[in-house]
């Protein structure tokens, strides 16, 4: 998912967003090059660090035997034209979680991109494995509702530089991992019109309490999407069909204590 923004005033931002059907959050700033005040033809000497841009990713690593690890992918490249070497920093805020990255550093040739793996998972083995003591278990409890924010930051080797000695920040991102119940659409159907379902926590399929659904519809013509929010009532949900679409998909927006889910796509046509 995307956002851009624009600068309205000095102080405030303004924008539009629409929902995309996969990917991160991304928000992408720039401002305009600087003049002297009174004297515009004095200008920056370069626009090169105008631009900012952060990226962002939350997900849930679900409870069941065992919690599951969510797989996730970057991408790295290497700006320069000669091949170099990166390296990759990470840190985790929440020790009841672990995050596993596939390299600790590669080479890229001249303007090589790379994707690199990672994972990430709740592991709660600090509050359950009789090895650690009570007073251990006590200490660590305190996290086990928190979410688990992790950094990511890579370095870059200047290749110009012999012997190489210098490493420069190249980028990062962060990404929230949070837990819950593992949830699932226990039923997804469409009868006279009417979407109907109904979502269920998977340990003993019982209806969820709380969160949002959202429908995703997509329209027959321009094969563009229309997102709807639909109340839910002890996890049962009912929606209108959507004139001219040609099918329908739901996502699960957890409350507290459940993990989010989405629902197979349904075909309205």
Same mark, same amino acid.
């Given at each position: 998912m995307s956002a851009k923004f624009q600068v309205s005033d000095i102080s405030a931002f303004t924008s539009e967003w629409i929902p995309q059907t996969g990917g991160h959050y991304c928000i992408s700033v720039r401002i305009q090059d600087y003049?002297?005040?009174?004297f515009p033809d004095i200008k920056e000497l370069s626009n090169q660090n105008?631009?900012? *841009?952060?990226? #962002? /990713?939350?997900? #849930?690593?679900?409870?069941?035997s065992p919690p599951s690890r969510e797989i996730k992918t970057i991408e790295v490249g290497n700006p320069f034209n000669l091949r170099t070497r990166i390296w990759f920093v990470v840190s985790n805020s929440n020790p009841l979680y672990r995050t596993y990255?596939?390299? &600790?550093?590669v080479f890229l040739d001249p303007g090589e991109a790379k994707d690199i793996e990672m994972m990430f998972e709740y592991a709660p083995d600090l509050l359950t494995n009789d090895m650690y003591s009570d007073e251990l278990k006590l200490k660590y409890k305190e996290f086990e509702k928190k979410e688990n924010n992790v950094d990511v930051t890579a370095y870059i080797e200047n290749p110009y530089d012999n012997p190489h000695h210098e490493i420069q920040k190249l980028g990062g991102m962060q990404v929230q991992v949070l837990t819950g119940r593992a949830t699932k659409f226990e039923t997804f159907y469409l009868q006279d019109g009417i979407i109907n379902g109904i979502i269920v926590a998977v340990d003993q399929s019982e209806p969820?309490? &709380? &969160?949002?659904?959202?429908?995703?519809?997509t329209h027959r013509k321009t094969h563009t999407f229309e997102y709807q929010e639909v109340e839910l009532d002890n996890g049962k949900f009912t929606? *209108?069909?959507? /004139?001219?679409?040609?099918d329908v998909k739901a996502f699960y927006l957890p409350s507290e204590g459940y993990g989010d889910c989405e629902s197979k796509t349904l075909d309205v046509d």
């Open positions: 003049q002297v005040p009174g105008n631009h900012a *841009q952060s990226n #962002y /990713d939350r997900f #849930y690593s679900t409870t069941s990255l596939k390299h &600790g550093w969820v309490k &709380g &969160g949002k659904l959202i429908l995703r519809h929606a *209108q069909r959507k /004139d001219m679409t040609t």
